[in-house]
């Protein structure tokens, strides 16, 4: 009986009413004027790498591998940025 009940209010089933779109909406608007701290977007940093023939799988492609640890060096240089 609580699941047929807890399902009729599900946010999977249902959208958010007018007063909680608008108390969010609040919410979101109230936080925004305390933060003193830096945005999402303002952290970011993009690398270009040219590729070499010595990065390349058997089939043509980039080896998964020398991405990966790319994208790892990337995190890491963006991460000090901000922790040191």
Request: net charge positive; glycine share 4%.
């Amino acid at each position: 009986e609580k699941r047929r009940e807890d399902r009729k209010t599900s946010l999977l089933t249902m959208h958010p009413t007018d007063a909680e779109t608008m108390h969010l909406h609040k919410v979101m608007m109230d936080r925004e004027k305390q933060q003193q701290g830096l945005k999402i977007n303002d952290t970011m940093l993009q690398t270009t790498e040219l590729m070499q023939p010595q990065e390349k799988n058997r089939s043509g492609k980039i080896f998964g591998g020398f991405l990966m640890r790319e994208a790892y060096e990337l995190a890491y240089t963006t991460a000090s940025a901000f922790c040191a």
